[in-house]
């Protein structure tokens, strides 16, 4: 397996996007976000069969129709989600995987993991225990989970399931590979679930109410220059507390309460 950390211009951890090579001949390009002299030289060494992305935000895709193109590969695209795929890439998808597909490389039997939670489209790859896992998570720092793509109760839900495989190595889309995943996937669990306890202590037992108060409370940093970042991971949090019960989140009012009586 080979990584290439290809710049993109969008604002990302590490200011690359790691696109993987799974294979040599009849191998699987993973997450190509932009044509770069790099990639073209690892794509012109080696037979590629496969196209397929970890979800279809800009800065993993960017490079999609130029390689599909210049390989003639087999483009995957998650089931149900065609259309989504389509319009971030501009290329139509010849197939569709879902959990559990196994794509047939050189390199060893591929499974496809469903993952949603940092975005719905989201899956990871599995070979031979290691995972390319996308944005689900990096070795470090943490992921953006912001709402209204972001779903915190699938997110996770994916990084517990895939802790539950024992995966040996995770190859995130940004930064180096985790060599102990166990670790990082727990990090990463008990880093959302500390915000998620100061957005709720916020709300339940300060009273806070507007959104802007409460994404003031749930950081004891300055957030200025990712405001916009953070009021969307505030509010994916607040749509999870909501859902399970623990407040009431008015979406339109932008206006949290607790649902607590004495």
Request: hydrophobic fraction near 40%.
């Amino acid at each position: 397996m080979q990584r290439i950390a290809v710049p993109v211009t969008r604002a990302v951890p590490t200011g690359a996007t790691n696109a993987y090579l799974l294979g040599s001949d009849g191998a699987l390009l993973v997450d190509p976000p932009a044509r770069h002299p790099a990639l073209d030289a690892l794509v012109e060494q080696h037979d590629v069969d496969h196209l397929a992305v970890t979800h279809t935000h800009p800065d993993h895709v960017g490079g999609v129709a130029h390689y599909a193109a210049e390989t003639g590969a087999t483009v995957w695209a998650r089931r149900g989600r065609e259309r989504e795929f389509e319009a971030a890439t501009g290329v139509t998808p010849d197939r569709t995987m879902r959990e559990g597909t196994v794509l047939d490389t050189d390199g060893g039997r591929v499974t496809v993991l469903d993952t949603p939670g940092h975005a719905p489209d989201h899956v990871a790859f599995e070979v031979e225990g290691r995972v390319v896992c996308g944005d689900l998570a990096v070795a470090e720092g943490s992921v953006v989970v912001g709402e209204p793509e972001g779903d915190m109760r699938a997110y996770l839900t994916s990084l517990r399931r895939l802790r539950a495989r024992r995966p040996a190595r995770l190859l995130p889309g940004h930064g180096p590979p985790a060599d102990d995943p166990r670790a990082t996937l727990d990090r990463l669990v008990a880093h959302r679930l500390d915000r998620e306890e100061r957005v709720r202590r916020a709300v339940v037992d300060e009273g806070v109410r507007d959104l802007d108060d409460v994404v003031d409370a749930a950081y004891d940093k300055d957030v200025s220059a990712v405001r916009g970042l953070a009021v969307a991971t505030v509010r994916a949090h607040l749509e999870k507390l909501a859902v399970e019960g623990k407040l009431a989140w008015d979406v339109a009012a932008g206006r949290a309460t607790s649902t607590e009586t004495t």
